[in-house]
């Protein structure tokens, strides 16, 4: 997994903010050490990746080690250590997709982004992840780009859906030159 | 919805919510599950909600956003009731006139009926429909008349009505009996008695108690449990509920996979839903028992539906499983007496108290009784969700109800038992579809994934796929099984990339026995059934691309070849256009050719070419041979 550009130019919350944020949802959890699932999935669903301090906090909070956080963590495929890209892009590789085509969807991802699944632009704009089943197996091929499930995929459709997203960020873009007085 | 205290409460209510219902004679129900939604049926049903009261029809039709209705092949799906009509397609722009002909009056909208593919008719009532006219939809069927929000829905089909049977007066004993009696097998892979699991945990020592429902669906390719979980929350908590009381329990718990968003919220409604009714919590119904159950979210691991890794993961641990001489029926969940059934399993537990056990058993097969709700996907026309009773044969499901398979493709095989299980070709399409038989035929029934498979699906390449898939997930704690299964995909990777040896095909199946012996769980040892079923049935095609180096399907990439057939080719371009490695080259104005040495074997001049033309040809074997036979 690579990721190129740097923090604060993704405008990933900076340690102080994060800190805090994590130090608050662990609140909400007592110490027993079955909360440690929930607690790294909460934390995910709000940042989006677990980041080192979040576990060291987490390990803490438990009472367990760090190294024993990591070792449940890695296990399940859903925990993340990187930030994801801004448009996530899940290919589904479960087998009604497989028959069906999921590789050459995921490669067609693959090579109109310049990157590999598991990775992020360094934009940090997309990243992609095979995923095995959303359970729409009905509209094989299936991806999901940002929550929203695509179903009977095509060669042609990864393109549209791509271009989609650059002429948007495009018109973003242009907007804000426009409007120098507003905030970032 | 106010607390019940009583049963007596519990049928008034469900009296009182059925003539509720009543009070408007019409109800459409628009599908509003995961496959439906990506069709605009949110859109669709906003319409309808919309349109309903601009023709001032508020006060006759109930709208209704459901779970699967099934046919998702088609989706949006739309029926009508009372009268059944079932609506395909249909868009918003159809809405004013659905409404106006169909709800406002009596009258069908012809062009959105379902036609028959082979004769051409229209068939306008969900029951007509080849896709549901054979199918038992037991479970399924209340999809229609039930939204997952709204637990006033439930009760007014009698919902609970078989929890406020056993509250009322049947002993636990009689309850678990009942469940023997039934013969019910458990529906997520192994199909192992219900009533037996039940006895074992009831008199295990040890307190407490707990009852667990997998929602774990690892298997992917099926989402039979994520329907039952989104469309009808309530009827599995009910059977959770039974369980829990017969068992006793007093705490349970839903695991489900966190890559179902809607399963789990609709899962937490109903729970919320039944606390506030009383039917959960304390003194349930006034009969003094108590049960409560909460979430699990599952983390994303196909090891942790096995029932012991799923009690670690449980517990905060790693989802690893345990060696099975300790039943988690007996020690489980912090080594506490721990019941776990499949999702499906916990829904047919209403069924049998409400119907009876003679009328369960009266359905399927003498030893695999009731219905099975299946994954009907791959490469067939009507792909969707089937319910039918246990027993019916594989041909029927795939050819009458799944309308076989499309573009005039000739059918290959089907798989069933997702990883675990294995492939079955076109000589046992006439095997009968249960627990056992599909066993002695080298598969087995799984939770119910059923993928069609045409000639253009490679057997070696499926075989590649599945154990790619588990050697991925196998959670590495025993030799075989992490070994085992990174040695066989090495073979296959080999084999389908033009490197396969003599030799190898045997080397395969001295593995495969290795890991069904030695591996630690089900995982491993069910592993090698995707590999052994391929070779069982399909052993040319090893051969073809061992030997021939060649994929007869087309489909591994070093073993195929495209090609521009210059009779066919217009010189349109768009191959040369959409190749991503420049290796379409023109030659003079009209013609184009493959340079096959910078040829990436993507497909995208394949799927480029357009159909009227076809002069992109795939064909099967390397380029350097093709080159030599031309
Ligand atoms: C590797 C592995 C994965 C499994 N995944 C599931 C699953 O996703 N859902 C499920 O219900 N059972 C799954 N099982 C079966 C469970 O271990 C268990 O037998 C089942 O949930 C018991 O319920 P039942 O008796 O109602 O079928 C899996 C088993 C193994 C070995
Ligand atoms: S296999 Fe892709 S959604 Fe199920």
């Known amino acids: ?184 | 919805m106010k607390k019940l205290t009583s049963v007596k409460d519990l049928e008034i209510v469900g009296r009182e919510c059925a003539s509720e219902q009543l009070k408007k004679p019409k109800t459409i129900t628009v599908c509003s599950e995961t496959g439906c939604l990506t069709c605009g049926s949110s859109k669709l049903a906003d319409a309808f909600e919309s349109e309903i009261e601009r023709q001032g029809l508020s006060g006759t039709v109930s709208l209704r956003r459901s779970a699967c209705l099934g046919f998702c092949e088609r989706g949006p799906v739309s029926i009508i009731l009372p009268q059944k009509i079932c609506y395909l397609q249909a868009r918003p722009e159809d809405v004013p006139e659905i409404v106006q002909k169909t709800l406002g009056g009596n009258e069908i909208v012809e062009r959105l009926v379902y036609k028959d593919t082979q004769t051409g008719v229209r068939l306008a009532c969900v029951d007509d429909i080849p896709f549901y006219k054979h199918q038992m939809r037991l479970l399924l069927a209340n999809n229609a008349v039930i939204d997952a929000a709204n637990i006033a829905d439930y009760f007014a089909i009698g919902g609970y009505s078989a929890l406020g049977k056993v509250l009322a007066g049947i002993g636990k004993d009689e309850v678990i009996e009942m469940i023997k009696g039934s013969k019910l097998r458990g529906r997520g892979g192994g199909g192992f008695p219900v009533g037996i699991k039940w006895q074992t945990t009831k008199d295990a020592p040890g307190e407490p108690k707990y009852v667990i429902v997998n929602g774990d669906e690892g298997d992917p390719g099926a989402f039979m449990d994520r329907s039952f979980l989104e469309g009808n929350p309530h009827g599995v908590l009910e059977g959770l509920i039974i369980g829990g009381y017969a068992i006793g329990a007093n705490e349970g718990f839903f695991y489900i996979r966190q890559e179902y968003p809607v399963a789990l919220e609709n899962v937490q409604l109903a729970i919320e839903q039944a606390r506030k009714c009383g039917l959960l919590g304390k003194d349930i119904l006034g009969s003094g028992f108590d049960f409560d159950v909460k979430i699990h979210r599952g983390a994303g691991a196909f090891v942790s539906g096995e029932s012991s890794a799923l009690m670690n993961a449980i517990e905060g641990n790693v989802g690893e499983p345990r060696p099975k001489y300790i039943h988690t029926s007996e020690k489980g969940i912090w080594d506490k007496p721990s019941c776990l059934n499949n999702v499906e399993t916990w829904a047919n537990v209403p069924l049998i108290i409400n119907n009876g056990v003679e009328w369960f058993k009266g359905i399927g097969t003498e030893a695999s009784t009731g219905t099975k709700v299946f994954s009907l996907v791959g490469k067939v026309n009507n792909t969707g969700l089937v319910e039918v009773p246990m027993g019916i044969p594989l041909r029927e499901i795939i050819f009458s109800i799944g309308g076989g398979v499309p573009k005039g493709k000739k059918f290959k095989a089907v798989q069933t038992g997702g990883p675990s299980g294995g492939v079955l070709p076109e000589s046992l399409l006439d095997l009968p579809v249960d627990f056992d038989e599909l066993k002695k035929a080298g598969s087995m029934m799984g939770s119910g994934g059923m993928i069609v498979m045409d000639e253009d699906t490679c057997m070696v390449d499926t075989a590649r796929y599945y154990i790619e898939f588990l050697a991925h997930e196998s959670c590495g704690k025993c030799i075989p099984c992490r070994e085992g299964l990174r040695q066989m995909l090495n073979i296959l990777n080999d084999i389908t990339s033009g490197r396969g040896k003599e030799g190898d095909i045997e080397l395969l199946e001295e593995l495969s026995e290795t890991l069904q012996e030695a591996s630690l769980c089900a995982l491993g040892q069910s592993a090698p059934n995707p590999v052994m079923s391929t070779i069982r049935h399909f052993r040319d095609e090893y051969e073809a691309h061992i030997r021939e180096k060649r994929c007869p399907a087309r489909v591994c990439k070093e073993l195929i070849t495209y090609e521009i057939d210059e009779e066919k080719c217009k010189g349109c371009g768009l191959c040369m256009k959409n190749c991503p490695a420049g290796a379409v080259e023109q030659i003079d104005k009209k013609q184009f050719k493959i340079n096959q040495t910078k040829c990436i074997k993507c497909g995208a001049c394949f799927t480029a070419c357009p159909e009227k033309f076809s002069a992109v040809v795939k064909k099967s074997g390397k380029p350097q041979e093709q080159a030599v036979a031309a």
């Open chain 1, 1 to 184: 997994m690579n990721y190129s550009a740097s923090e604060e130019e993704a405008g990933l919350p900076d340690k102080i903010a994060l800190e805090r944020d994590v130090a608050a949802r662990l609140k909400g959890f007592d110490n027993h050490r079955r909360n440690l699932i929930p607690i790294l999935q909460d934390i995910q669903d709000h940042f989006l990746y677990l980041a080192p301090e979040a576990i060291l906090m987490v390990a803490e909070h438990i009472g367990i080690g760090a190294s024993e956080v990591y070792g449940v963590a890695t296990f399940y495929n859903q925990f993340r250590f990187h930030p994801p890209g801004r448009h996530p892009i899940k290919v589904c590789l479960g087998t009604a997709c497989h028959v069906r085509g999921g590789d050459i969807i995921l490669e067609n991802f693959e090579r109109k982004l310049g990157i590999s699944d598991g990775e992020t632009t360094t934009d940090r704009e997309f990243s992609i992840e095979r995923v095995a089943c959303v359970g729409c197996c009905a509209l094989a091929p299936v991806a999901v780009v940002d929550e929203n499930i695509q179903g009977h995929m095509a060669p042609s459709k990864v393109e549209g859906i791509v271009l989609g997203y650059k002429i948007e960020r495009d018109r973003i873009d242009r907007e804000r030159e426009n409007e120098p007085g507003e905030p970032a």
